[in-house]
């Protein structure tokens, strides 16, 4: 079983950055992919980012490329997305998940993570 907690939301101007942090409970944290999904109010849980459980691959969706950045340090059994040029309408709840692989796969279907965080807030204004 793997707890995890997000922080590192807040408001955020228009073309502002954020960093959130999603800190694990595993010790075997090194052997999980972890997502990052982020859902808006009425809007479905949506992919934003993913990395493997040894950094070597990442992937990211087409609207966050070239503006968000994933990584992780499994010392610190920590994983970070680095937010730029923030948009209004990434407003939204911003989760971690996690699932158990040892592959270089992204999944990015909310459904294959079993252990998720609570999330995090992030609003953008205008």
């Known amino acids: 079983q793997v707890q995890l907690v997000e922080s590192g939301g807040g408001l955020v101007q228009a073309g502002g950055s954020l960093r959130l942090s999603c800190v694990a409970s595993?010790?075997?944290?090194?052997?999980?992919?972890i997502n990052w999904f982020r859902q808006a109010p009425g809007k479905e849980r949506e992919f934003v980012a993913g990395i493997t459980f040894n950094g070597g691959r990442t992937n990211y969706a087409d609207s966050v490329k070239g503006r968000f950045t994933v990584s992780r340090d499994n010392a610190k059994n920590t994983v970070y997305l680095q937010m730029n040029s923030l948009k209004p309408d990434e407003t939204a709840i911003y989760y971690c998940?996690?699932?158990?692989?040892?592959?270089?796969?992204?999944?990015?279907?909310?459904?294959?993570?079993?252990?998720w965080g609570q999330g995090t807030q992030v609003t953008v204004s205008s």
């Open positions: 595993a010790r075997t944290f090194n052997t999980y992919a």
């Open positions: 998940a996690a699932r158990r692989a040892i592959d270089q796969a992204i999944e990015d279907e909310p459904a294959r993570f079993a252990h």
